[in-house]
């Protein structure tokens, strides 16, 4: 099979290293700015859409625009594409596995969640035999990273924030990580599959960079260790889904998940929790998560039907909670308990739902943290 990569860097040159040493793909042409990067690049991309021979189009360029563009263009040349951007297909997947569809093409995007740990796979090989209960994890590494550090290390935020990015492990711009916007994204890829629904960024989604050394230090104390992880549940047609700090007790295996390692764990009736552990992010293995793609389409391999016809609408009334609030006064409400360390005050709440949350919080900037079932 001829394919053609869009950008080169990162993942587009681990994409195109591991494609050299297999026998039944050549790439082709690569899209490429840069025309001294490699022989093949050119920065026409119609010269790739008119090119009849190239079959499929990896999309590894990032971001909303033009990957867009790119990838409608592909598919509407009936060419199959395979993505690892979680921005762009978490806003546009509808689109996508619509007009492959109907341009009889393949749209695929194992890498977009969870880099090469193959939890997309699992999650449909799941729903073949029964229905998926929840899901949950820690999606993004950066965050699991800057965590582990303040933990271990007792640094401040900003301090393990600047030691992420000095080690490649975050952008120059790190909101996308702090901020939860990746981890929202990759809850709605992961909802598609488990759920057979298309939701939107409406859910609750609180950044974790308001959390400071003094709540390590505190928590550390009671016994809890903080991760920053997302979640989904359905009950009927609405469905349930967050992205926000956990407290999870010392010796919990989602506690032990260290430096930028990612964990997704799915539940269901016979299974049981399914966990799916590694590296959730970087060159060679996203690379080999996309080249996996590539050969199941080659050989037409499908693990389950995509389909997005459930409706579901969001609900923040949908199940009950434990949570942890931290302010600099204490909160007026029926709490729990209320503990003061330093100039912080604790507020362990009942078991409330994300509708009461947000009453409480009133958009304030406190940190607000769950304490995890799980």
Do not use: W
């Amino acid at each position: 099979m001829k394919i053609a990569i869009l950008g080169f860097g990162t993942v587009g040159s681990g994409v195109y290293e591991i494609a050299k040493t297999l026998k039944n793909i050549e790439v082709k042409k690569v899209l490429e700015k840069d025309l001294s990067k490699i022989n093949i690049a050119t920065n026409n991309y119609d010269e790739i859409i008119n090119d009849k021979e190239v079959e499929l189009v990896v999309e590894c360029m990032g971001g909303l625009h033009p990957a867009y563009e790119f990838i409608m263009k592909a598919i509407q040349n009936k060419k199959s594409v395979v993505s690892a951007n979680k921005a762009v297909i978490a806003k546009y997947l509808d689109e996508f596995l619509k007009t492959a569809k109907e341009n009889n093409v393949e749209f695929r995007f194992e890498a977009s969640v969870g880099g090469g740990i193959p939890c997309l796979a699992g999650i449909q090989k799941i729903r073949r035999v029964e229905n998926i209960d929840k899901f949950y994890g820690i999606f993004n590494g950066t965050s699991n990273f800057i965590l582990d550090n303040m933990y271990r290390l007792e640094n401040e935020f900003f301090t393990s924030l600047k030691t992420a990015q000095k080690l490649g492990y975050t952008e120059a711009d790190p909101s996308a990580d702090i901020d939860g916007y990746d981890v929202t994204n990759k809850v709605i890829i992961s909802f598609v599959l488990a759920y057979d629904g298309f939701i939107k960024n409406e859910f609750l989604c609180f950044a974790m960079k308001n959390i400071t050394k003094e709540d390590i230090l505190y928590f550390k104390k009671q016994g809890f260790v903080a991760k920053y992880i997302g979640e989904a549940t359905t009950k009927g047609n609405e469905y349930e889904a967050s992205v926000m700090l956990n407290l999870f007790p010392i010796n919990a295996l989602a506690a032990n998940v260290l430096s930028n390692y990612n964990i997704v764990t799915v539940q269901s009736h016979t299974m049981g929790e399914v966990k799916f552990y590694g590296q959730g992010a970087g060159k060679l293995p996203t690379a080999n998560a996309i080249i996996q793609d590539i050969l199941d389409i080659q050989a037409k391999i499908s693990f389950n039907p995509i389909s997005i016809e459930k409706k579901y609408t969001y609900s923040s009334n949908l199940f009950k909670h434990k949570y942890v609030i931290r302010s600099n006064e204490e909160l007026k409400g029926n709490f729990e308990r209320i503990d003061r360390d330093g100039n912080n005050f604790y507020h362990y709440t009942k078991e409330i739902t994300q509708a009461d949350l947000l009453k409480l919080v009133e958009e304030k900037d406190y940190l607000v943290v769950k304490l995890s079932e799980y």
